[in-house]
């Protein structure tokens, strides 16, 4: 287990552990991409635009909270207006669907989440391809510097046809936060395997002084991301490439069912079949879980004094190991323009702006994110102004060189998420997981094979 001085990461410490990190597959550079930033050359000028106003879509998160907080930043440099919506994910992700369906939207730029939207939003060109905007060298900042961008951000961002849809702000490899006082108060080390995150669940689950020993999302739809990290670990997948049915009845999808049912039933907390993440994160606050398993982007509240009462207390654990493999399920977002948009100009600038290298190291600076840039890293090396602890960015690079995705990427995701997401719930309440994963097999199967074919 970490020890004490977690928080104290010393010049040398910090270069070791950032120069090691940026070898990771998921922030390799994008092939190609030296072309695109040597096209990007001569007269841009970032108030083009000045006296026009876009409006932006955003979801509530530590990322989109960061943007809304330098707004005026883009504005005073651009002399553009933002106008700027900021909603819960299920319902900013169902309101975009509507809107892009009316062939209308009140929004010019769009939050997206790759894990849910990508494939629909990809399959119907919801979003404008940004290509000729990035050839543009009278529209493309000179330093905006493609090159930097991770290859797995731009794999995220890229569509099956090659089309470049969005530019990617995050990836979110899911790890496990731990109550560093409570595992140390009994003895507790972090776990090894997922066996052993049941024994230490178990052994500090003290319901008497309300504390829970695992906490996670057990919502309808929002839980789906949570079994999904022991179905990987497990061995499991979603669907067979070779013949387009569902895994997700096997022998690896119930034992990894049966784990997350025993974790959120015998030792979550009442009613956890109603929590999505806010809620859990809000118990890990209050120093009432052992254990929380989410996305690492949620660290940013945990070391902030004023909202947390843990504070040097968290611990920032990779995934462990499965009975098959090791792997912290992995999920992204970022920015795209509206193809229904008359600004694509002035909207292609917050583009920029929005994912550029400060914005980026800002997300690393505040434990917002996994920023998509090798830069956000570098410049981590020599800042002595981050406030995420050494232990956070070890686990964070670490978690992304075992990162797969933890949805199908499929158009129907929504649907996968309510049907299996019923599943769940059910299951901690009580219900068969074998049975429940058969039906919710059954259920969804035609519904997949009928988006595949249309």
């Not at 070898?23 to 096209?39: H, M």
């Not at 940004?130 to 000179?142: C, E, G, Q």
């Not at 009432?288 to 920032?316: C, H, N, T």
Request: charged share 20%; net charge neutral.
């Amino acid at each position: 287990m970490a020890d004490r001085d977690d928080h104290n990461e010393s010049g040398p410490q910090r270069r070791r552990l950032l120069q090691a990190g940026l070898g990771a597959a998921a922030l390799g550079v994008i092939p190609g991409a030296g072309q695109l930033a040597a096209s990007a050359q001569a007269a841009f000028d970032w108030k083009r635009f000045k006296g026009e106003k876009i409006e932006v879509f955003l979801n509530k998160s530590p990322r989109g909270d960061l943007l809304t907080r330098f707004h005026k930043e883009f504005e005073d440099m651009t002399g553009i207006g933002v106008g700027s919506e900021m909603i819960p994910e299920q319902q900013q992700r169902q309101k975009a669907v509507i809107e892009f369906n009316s062939g209308n939207t009140s929004f010019d730029v769009i939050a997206l989440s790759y894990h849910v939207q990508k494939r629909m939003f990809g399959k119907n060109k919801w979003m404008e391809d940004v290509r000729p905007l990035m050839a543009d060298k009278s529209i493309t900042d000179p330093n905006l510097d493609f090159a930097d961008f991770s290859k797995g951000g731009m794999a995220w961002a890229t569509q099956p046809d090659g089309r470049i849809d969005s530019l990617p702000f995050n990836i979110d490899p899911w790890v496990i936060y731990y109550n560093k006082e409570l595992f140390d108060a009994k003895g507790v080390a972090y776990p090894k395997s997922f066996a052993e995150i049941i024994d230490a669940a178990a052994k500090l689950n003290d319901p008497a002084k309300g504390i829970s020993g695992f906490v996670a999302r057990g919502l309808k739809n929002a839980n789906v991301p949570a079994w999904t990290s022991f179905l990987l670990g497990c061995g499991g997948g979603f669907v067979d490439a070779t013949n387009g049915r569902l895994m997700t009845d096997n022998a690896a999808a119930v034992e990894s069912a049966k784990i997350y049912q025993t974790l959120l039933s015998k030792y979550g907390p009442q009613g956890v079949a109603g929590y999505n993440w806010n809620e859990a994160q809000s118990l890990f606050l209050q120093g009432k879980a052992a254990m929380w398993l989410d996305g690492i982007g949620f660290a940013q509240p945990l070391e902030d004094p004023a909202k947390s009462r843990i504070v040097g207390k968290v611990g920032y654990g990779v995934m462990p190991p499965g009975p098959k493999a090791q792997v912290s399920a992995m999920f992204g977002d970022g920015e795209g323009i509206s193809s229904f948009s008359k600004k694509k100009g002035p909207s292609w600038l917050y583009l920029q702006w929005a994912s550029n290298k400060a914005n980026q190291f800002r997300m690393l600076q505040a434990a917002a994110g996994a920023p998509v840039r090798n830069s956000a890293y570098i410049a981590a090396q020599t800042s002595t102004d981050i406030k995420a602890p050494r232990q956070w960015i070890e686990c964070m690079l670490t978690s992304a060189r075992i990162a797969q995705p933890g949805l199908p990427i499929i158009v129907p995701v929504t649907e996968f998420r309510d049907i299996f997401g019923i599943a769940l719930t059910n299951m901690i309440n009580g219900a068969d997981a074998a049975t429940e994963l058969r039906k919710a097999t059954a259920e969804f199967q035609p519904i997949l094979d009928k988006s595949e074919k249309a």
